[in-house]
């Protein structure tokens, strides 16, 4: 079973820069999450998708991210405009309906802003 | 909100020593709590599920406890090796929306 991909795997951009992140669940699986992850931290909810409907998006700053997931399967999460504190490990997770289903997690996006 | 904290930050022991990883959290009412496993530039891996209900999960050399009442698990490696360095990280869920709070993470170095 393929497990969950993301792409790229490593971006370096300048700060006000716009980035991307892709990501491709496990087939199957109706939740996705994306987590930010801060060098020295554990990761933080961004937002929580079931299907192509946002579940919890709370702990998103809005005012610079933002994400989709328009066919209910890949996910993109985009950064526009960058700043130096965005320099984290951005994870991807989904999972299978169920709230006793375990989160299976990708590879992770590592960004670094300079 | 939920806070979850994990002692110590960072362990070395070496390799062969059992050991003890500590993890609290401060709102008793949690769905789970799950231990994962991360090594350096990947993703993290599921260890063990602990349900709310349960008190222990062992899977091979790794047992996890959970004590909801107090806020605390922990996570025991017997006969630890080089190949279990790594960072460990401990997370509850509330609710059915599974949404996790992580811990900080400890980071485990075995000295062969």
């Known amino acids: 079973e393929a497990g969950v991909a993301q792409s790229p795997r490593y971006k370096i951009i300048e700060k006000r820069q716009s980035v991307a992140f892709w990501c491709n669940p496990i087939?199957?699986?109706?939740?996705l999450y994306w987590y930010q992850q801060i060098l020295g931290q554990g990761p933080k909810l961004l937002i929580q998708?079931?299907?192509?409907?946002?579940?919890?998006d709370s702990q998103l700053p809005k005012d610079r991210f933002s994400a989709e997931r328009l066919k209910g399967v890949d996910s993109t999460l985009k950064i526009q405009p960058a700043k130096l504190e965005d320099s984290a490990v951005y994870l991807c997770?989904?999972?299978?309906?169920?709230?006793?289903?375990?989160?299976?997690f990708g590879p992770g996006t590592r960004l670094l802003v300079l | 909100k939920q806070e979850v904290t994990q002692i110590p930050a960072a362990l070395s022991v070496p390799e062969g020593e059992n050991l003890v990883l500590n993890c609290s959290f401060t709102?008793?009412?949690?769905?789970?709590l799950q231990w994962f496993r991360q090594d350096p530039g990947k993703g993290l891996t599921s260890l063990l599920l602990?349900?709310?209900?349960?008190r222990e999960q062992t899977s091979g050399r790794l047992n996890a406890s959970l004590d909801k009442s107090s806020g605390r698990s922990t996570l025991y490696i017997a006969a630890s090796q080089p190949g279990d360095s790594a960072t460990y990280l401990c997370?509850?869920?509330?609710?059915?929306?599974?949404?996790?709070?992580f811990g900080t993470g400890t980071s485990l170095t075995v000295i062969p």
């Open positions: 087939s199957g699986h109706a939740t």
């Open positions: 709102d008793s009412a949690i769905y789970n």
């Open positions: 602990i349900q709310s209900s349960q």
């Open positions: 998708f079931q299907n192509n409907g946002v579940v919890d």
């Open positions: 997770a989904s999972r299978l309906p169920g709230a006793r289903e375990t989160q299976y």
């Open positions: 997370a509850v869920t509330k609710g059915a929306s599974n949404q996790f709070y």
